[in-house]
């Protein structure tokens, strides 16, 4: 019982069934003796009423006997009015007595005797009721009607049906704390590993998941927090890689200018300015790699500090490529452009970068003598989306290369030394940051399509 009801929402749980199943028969209860009650009363009414009218046709058939009222007549009426156990007195249409019980010389004391011999119960109230002959009211008769006695058997049974209802609300009340203690552990035990998976999770047990999911809506809460567990899990090992990946970056360039340093200092290598202009490459390697990563936290970022403006996307991809036609040119790579007129909203910058990158994640890897084509068009199929594709007549990607392009620090095997691995992943982070997309689409030796979906204006 004690395990069963350790949280205070299991007691009141139970405690609330058990008090419902007890109130619930003590309702019933009291309903049941109401009306039962109300039906006694009608019971008791009708005997009064009923005597009331024998009464009444007692002194009207005496009346009409005689046509007029005759004490001695009236005195013989007294032993059949104390039977009734009532108290009877008679007055004229002028209102003046005409007899009572007392002229009959019937004492009070005997007459209450009577009735409690009888077992007719005390006096009800006063009652005047007209006595009327043809029409015509003939005398008024004041009286008090015993108001009788429930019979016995009646008695018995409100008795009975009360017992009945006593033992039914404590069964009731035993059912239901049953059914209480039953429900409160179903309905707590998911929340209570809810919350021993809440409490290891932030312990640092990251695989730790809830294994109970009802169909209701705590295994809804259940579900969203296995998701919320793996997405924990899916961003540590992200943190992981990427500081992996970053110490990795970062040791190559080191180590050049560590060994480079160390030589020269031991006299192995002399200062040459070809030693220097090395080590001089080397720096400029970190500085690319380090304003890479911050270009990656800057993406990371971006959902919340872009700075959001309806603007001419055709301007901003013919910015982008205008800014670097001169690499491309010296490249040897021709460089093409279809711009339809597109309006979109978004940050200026942020989306030129998501051109720029893709524009030299291409200059890495086309040949001289190649091509790039940038085309922006409205997307065929859902004009309220703009498509961007960067297309090029590259070596193209290997199909188990594909899928990682976009990942944080990947590099296929065609990649050149000095790249990092974080252009396309700052892309694709910007494009969703604006509400958009980026894939690709390669085949080995036919080139790569990239293809950027953002969210357009009206025209």
Same mark, same amino acid.
């Given at each position: 019982?004690?395990?069963?009801?350790?949280?205070?929402?299991?007691?009141? #749980?139970? =405690?609330?069934?058990?008090?419902?199943?007890?109130?619930?028969?003590?309702?019933?209860?009291?309903?049941?003796?109401?009306?039962?009650?109300?039906?006694?009363?009608?019971?008791?009414?009708?005997?009064?009423?009923?005597?009331?009218?024998?009464?009444?046709?007692?002194f009207? @058939?005496?009346?009409?006997? +005689?046509? %007029?009222?005759?004490?001695?007549?009236?005195n013989?009426?007294?032993?059949?009015?104390?039977?009734?156990?009532?108290?009877?007195?008679?007055?004229?249409?002028a209102?003046?007595?005409?007899?009572?019980?007392?002229?009959?010389?019937?004492?009070?004391?005997?007459? *209450?005797?009577?009735?409690?011999?009888? +077992?007719?119960?005390?006096?009800?109230?006063?009652?005047? =009721?007209?006595?009327?002959?043809?029409?015509?009211?003939?005398? %008024?008769?004041?009286?008090?009607?015993?108001? +009788?006695?429930?019979?016995?058997?009646?008695?018995?049974?409100?008795?009975?049906?009360?017992? =009945?209802? &006593? *033992?039914?609300?404590?069964?009731? !009340?035993?059912?239901?704390?049953?059914?209480?203690?039953?429900?409160?552990?179903?309905?707590? &035990?998911?929340?209570?590993? #809810?919350?021993?998976?809440?409490?290891?999770?932030?312990?640092?047990?990251?695989?730790?998941?809830?294994?109970?999911?009802?169909?209701?809506?705590?295994?809804?809460?259940?579900?969203?927090?296995?998701?919320?567990?793996?997405?924990?899990?899916?961003?540590?090992?992200?943190?992981?890689?990427?500081?992996?990946?970053?110490?990795?970056?970062?040791?190559?360039? #080191?180590?050049? #200018?560590?060994?480079?340093?160390?030589?020269?200092?031991?006299?192995?290598?002399?200062?040459?300015?070809?030693?220097?202009?090395?080590?001089?490459?080397?720096?400029?390697?970190?500085?690319r790699?380090?304003?890479?990563?911050?270009?990656?936290?800057? &993406?990371?970022?971006?959902?919340?500090?872009?700075?959001?403006?309806?603007?001419?996307?055709?301007?901003?991809?013919?910015?982008?490529?205008?800014g /670097?036609?001169?690499?491309?040119?010296?490249?040897?790579?021709?460089?093409?452009?279809?711009?339809?007129e597109?309006?979109?909203?978004?940050?200026a910058?942020?989306?030129?970068?998501?051109?720029?990158?893709? =524009?030299?994640?291409?200059?890495?890897?086309?040949?001289?003598?190649?091509?790039?084509?940038?085309?922006?068009?409205?997307?065929?199929?859902d004009?309220?989306?703009?498509?961007?594709?960067?297309a090029?007549?590259?070596?193209?990607?290997?199909?188990?290369?594909?899928?990682?392009?976009?990942?944080?620090?990947?590099?296929?095997? *065609?990649?050149?030394?000095? +790249?990092? !691995?974080? !252009?396309l992943?700052?892309?694709?982070? /910007?494009?969703?940051?604006? !509400?958009?997309?980026?894939? @690709?689409?390669?085949?080995?030796?036919?080139?790569?399509?990239f293809?950027?979906?953002?969210?357009?204006?009206?025209?």
């Amino acid at each position: 019982m004690r395990n069963l009801l350790r949280g205070r929402f299991a007691r009141r #749980l139970a =405690l609330a069934f058990a008090a419902l199943g007890i109130g619930s028969a003590a309702l019933t209860a009291v309903i049941v003796n109401t009306a039962f009650g109300a039906r006694f009363d009608d019971y008791l009414a009708e005997q009064q009423q009923v005597r009331q009218q024998q009464l009444v046709a007692l002194f009207t @058939a005496e009346y009409q006997r +005689g046509d %007029t009222w005759s004490r001695q007549s009236l005195n013989e009426l007294a032993p059949t009015v104390t039977m009734t156990g009532s108290q009877v007195e008679l007055r004229g249409a002028a209102g003046q007595s005409i007899w009572s019980l007392d002229d009959a010389d019937v004492d009070p004391a005997t007459l *209450a005797m009577h009735r409690e011999m009888m +077992g007719i119960g005390d006096l009800g109230p006063r009652r005047e =009721l007209p006595i009327t002959v043809d029409g015509k009211q003939v005398g %008024t008769l004041d009286l008090r009607v015993a108001q +009788g006695q429930i019979p016995a058997v009646d008695n018995e049974f409100r008795s009975d049906v009360n017992q =009945l209802l &006593a *033992a039914g609300g404590i069964t009731a !009340g035993l059912i239901a704390l049953a059914v209480g203690l039953y429900t409160a552990r179903r309905a707590t &035990a998911p929340i209570a590993e #809810l919350t021993s998976a809440a409490s290891d999770l932030a312990a640092g047990q990251r695989d730790r998941r809830v294994t109970t999911i009802p169909d209701n809506e705590i295994g809804q809460l259940a579900a969203t927090f296995n998701t919320m567990a793996d997405r924990v899990e899916k961003e540590d090992e992200l943190r992981r890689l990427f500081a992996s990946d970053v110490a990795h970056e970062l040791r190559t360039p #080191l180590a050049i #200018l560590r060994s480079e340093l160390e030589a020269v200092q031991d006299g192995v290598r002399e200062p040459t300015p070809e030693v220097v202009t090395s080590l001089h490459d080397e720096t400029l390697r970190l500085g690319r790699l380090i304003a890479d990563l911050e270009a990656l936290a800057s &993406a990371d970022a971006a959902a919340f500090t872009l700075e959001r403006e309806p603007l001419s996307l055709t301007a901003v991809v013919r910015n982008a490529v205008d800014g /670097l036609s001169s690499r491309f040119d010296a490249a040897g790579i021709a460089l093409r452009t279809e711009l339809a007129e597109m309006n979109a909203e978004g940050d200026a910058v942020r989306l030129r970068q998501i051109v720029t990158n893709q =524009l030299t994640n291409a200059l890495k890897f086309v040949p001289a003598g190649g091509s790039v084509t940038v085309t922006l068009r409205r997307d065929a199929h859902d004009d309220g989306w703009a498509e961007l594709l960067v297309a090029d007549t590259g070596p193209g990607i290997p199909a188990e290369d594909l899928p990682r392009i976009f990942d944080r620090f990947f590099r296929g095997r *065609a990649a050149r030394a000095d +790249g990092s !691995g974080i !252009g396309l992943a700052v892309a694709a982070e /910007l494009a969703t940051a604006h !509400g958009g997309t980026i894939t @690709a689409d390669s085949t080995p030796g036919s080139g790569t399509v990239f293809t950027t979906r953002l969210p357009a204006l009206d025209r």
